[in-house]
């Protein structure tokens, strides 16, 4: 098969190196890819946005695959698109808008989630001219306050204080300030809920559906989880605070209710889930839907995937995916991103990187994110610049090998966190 892969972050990266493996590929295309994908697959600057010219490459090259990595172009109703064209026969491995919705909108998930019965925090939800509604709402919560866009806002659109007159002050920025622009125009205050985090993650096509290997991520920049909110500082998979309990408690209240939901709506579904979940006591309550892969997520959840990923994509393409025989790998995978410090505020950029090559016997895979090449020597070009992904007989194991290699790797002004994963090694 011919693939086209559409995204240039770590999430893409991993997923091109495990599309790489298969048997099933002839050719894959990447756009626009970074640094270190080169040799994986053809690199192009075709702009995922612009539907059009990705349907022209697409007929250019007999693409059989789009692979879409992040969710704008799903959203923006990429696969509605192709769908309607009637110029190719392309399959897309993602949603239609509005089944994207679930994470195109806090509002509509929120809903979503309340009709099917479906645990999630009480919330409300107010658009622009209702801002003195908002504020009076504040009191009908207690804090911490939770406050988040309505719309997408790169992973940073969530805000949680203590403060009241912080809370009010971050609804008039989004409602009348322009904080996080179209994002912001409408916001849902949302239940504080107090418990352990982790991601669960599922393929679909509507009715069948694979459980993917779980993780747990880390947003805050800061250590001990301080400081705003990022796209992801590192991750860990599996989670070792995840019961067999709990997984079928997260299972039967949640993942078959919500793919039961899109059904009973009409919404076709054909792509990932991604369920981002609190653990209450023993009970799991959703804080967020997202239409495809997280990142860094992915880049420990591809790792621990034995079975052939563009098989998994035919599968989900061609009705089969309930014949599709999903292979876990037992051992853990921790990953720990380096950023460009000032992140997620301003940074600079166009380092030069040393020392992220892989290494002969190294148990994992340096997954890059905002990296450039230019006259054979590699650079810093966005705020995440690698994921340091290793691989273990358990997460301690798994870290050890990251951080060990992170410790090999130098460029200017390079941050990361020091305590992935600490917080759940203390539980074990």
């Given at each position: 098969?011919?693939?086209?892969?559409?995204?240039?972050?770590?999430?893409?990266?991993?997923?091109?190196?495990?599309?790489?493996?298969?048997?099933?590929?002839?050719?894959?295309?990447?756009?626009?890819?970074?640094?270190?994908?080169?040799?994986?697959?053809?690199?192009?600057?075709?702009?995922?946005?612009?539907?059009?010219?990705?349907?022209?490459?697409?007929?250019?090259?007999?693409?059989?695959?789009?692979?879409?990595?992040?969710?704008?172009?799903?959203?923006?109703?990429?696969?509605?698109?192709?769908?309607?064209?009637?110029?190719?026969?392309?399959?897309?491995?993602?949603?239609?808008?509005?089944?994207?919705?679930?994470?195109?909108?806090?509002?509509?998930?929120?809903?979503?989630?309340?009709?099917?019965?479906?645990?999630?925090?009480?919330?409300?939800?107010?658009?622009?001219?209702?801002?003195?509604?908002?504020?009076?709402?504040?009191?009908?919560?207690?804090?911490?306050?939770?406050?988040?866009?309505?719309?997408?806002?790169?992973?940073?659109?969530?805000?949680?204080?203590?403060?009241?007159?912080?809370?009010?002050?971050?609804?008039?920025?989004?409602?009348?300030?322009?904080?996080?622009?179209?994002?912001?125009?409408?916001?849902?205050?949302?239940?504080?809920?107090?418990?352990?985090?982790?991601?669960?993650?599922?393929?679909?096509?509507?009715?069948?559906?694979?459980?993917?290997?779980?993780?747990?991520?880390?947003?805050?920049?800061?250590?001990?989880?301080?400081?705003?909110?990022?796209?992801?500082?590192?991750?860990?998979?599996?989670?070792?605070?995840?019961?067999?309990?709990?997984?079928?408690?997260?299972?039967?209240?949640?993942?078959?209710?919500?793919?039961?939901?899109?059904?009973?709506?009409?919404?076709?579904?054909?792509?990932?889930?991604?369920?981002?979940?609190m653990k209450v006591g023993s009970d799991?309550?959703?804080?967020?839907?997202?239409?495809?892969?997280?990142?860094?997520?992915?880049?420990?959840?591809l790792p621990r995937i034995k079975s052939?990923?563009?098989?998994?994509?035919?599968?989900?393409?061609?009705?089969?995916?309930?014949?599709?025989?999903?292979?876990?790998?037992?051992?853990?995978?921790?990953?720990?991103?380096?950023?460009?410090?000032?992140?997620?505020?301003?940074?600079?950029?166009?380092?030069?990187?040393?020392?992220?090559?892989?290494?002969?016997?190294?148990?994992?895979?340096?997954?890059?994110?905002?990296?450039?090449?230019?006259?054979?020597?590699?650079?810093t070009k966005g705020g995440r610049v690698?994921?340091?992904?290793?691989?273990?007989?358990?997460?301690?194991?798994?870290?050890?090998?990251?951080?060990?290699?992170?410790?090999?790797?130098?460029?200017?002004?390079?941050?990361?966190?020091?305590?992935?994963?600490?917080?759940?090694?203390?539980?074990?």
């Amino acid at each position: 098969m011919n693939v086209l892969l559409l995204g240039g972050g770590g999430r893409e990266h991993a997923m091109a190196w495990k599309l790489s493996e298969s048997s099933m590929l002839r050719n894959l295309h990447i756009a626009p890819g970074n640094g270190g994908m080169h040799d994986l697959g053809t690199m192009t600057d075709v702009d995922a946005m612009d539907f059009p010219a990705v349907e022209r490459y697409v007929r250019k090259h007999a693409i059989d695959l789009i692979v879409v990595g992040s969710e704008a172009p799903l959203v923006a109703g990429i696969a509605d698109y192709f769908e309607a064209s009637g110029k190719t026969n392309v399959a897309v491995v993602g949603p239609k808008k509005e089944g994207a919705m679930l994470e195109g909108s806090k509002d509509f998930a929120k809903a979503f989630m309340h009709r099917h019965n479906i645990p999630t925090a009480r919330y409300e939800s107010f658009n622009s001219e209702q801002l003195a509604e908002a504020i009076t709402a504040l009191d009908t919560f207690n804090p911490p306050y939770v406050i988040k866009a309505d719309g997408l806002a790169g992973g940073k659109g969530v805000i949680i204080t203590e403060s009241k007159q912080e809370a009010c002050d971050t609804l008039e920025s989004m409602l009348k300030g322009g904080a996080f622009k179209e994002a912001g125009k409408r916001v849902v205050i949302e239940e504080f809920l107090a418990g352990q985090e982790v991601s669960m993650f599922v393929v679909t096509d509507g009715k069948s559906y694979h459980i993917l290997p779980s993780a747990k991520d880390y947003k805050r920049i800061g250590e001990g989880d301080t400081g705003p909110n990022t796209g992801g500082m590192g991750a860990i998979s599996p989670v070792p605070y995840l019961s067999e309990e709990f997984q079928q408690k997260a299972l039967n209240q949640i993942i078959i209710p919500t793919i039961k939901g899109l059904t009973k709506d009409e919404i076709p579904y054909h792509g990932f889930v991604f369920f981002g979940l609190m653990k209450v006591g023993s009970d799991p309550y959703v804080i967020e839907y997202n239409c495809r892969m997280g990142d860094p997520e992915t880049e420990v959840v591809l790792p621990r995937i034995k079975s052939d990923l563009l098989h998994l994509f035919e599968s989900l393409c061609s009705g089969l995916l309930s014949e599709y025989d999903l292979e876990i790998d037992d051992r853990a995978a921790s990953t720990v991103v380096m950023a460009s410090d000032g992140y997620p505020g301003a940074y600079e950029t166009n380092f030069e990187i040393k020392g992220a090559e892989d290494e002969p016997n190294w148990e994992g895979v340096v997954f890059h994110a905002g990296t450039k090449v230019s006259r054979r020597k590699l650079y810093t070009k966005g705020g995440r610049v690698l994921a340091v992904t290793g691989r273990g007989a358990t997460v301690e194991d798994a870290l050890k090998r990251s951080y060990a290699k992170v410790e090999k790797i130098k460029f200017e002004g390079a941050y990361f966190r020091k305590d992935i994963g600490a917080d759940v090694l203390d539980l074990a």
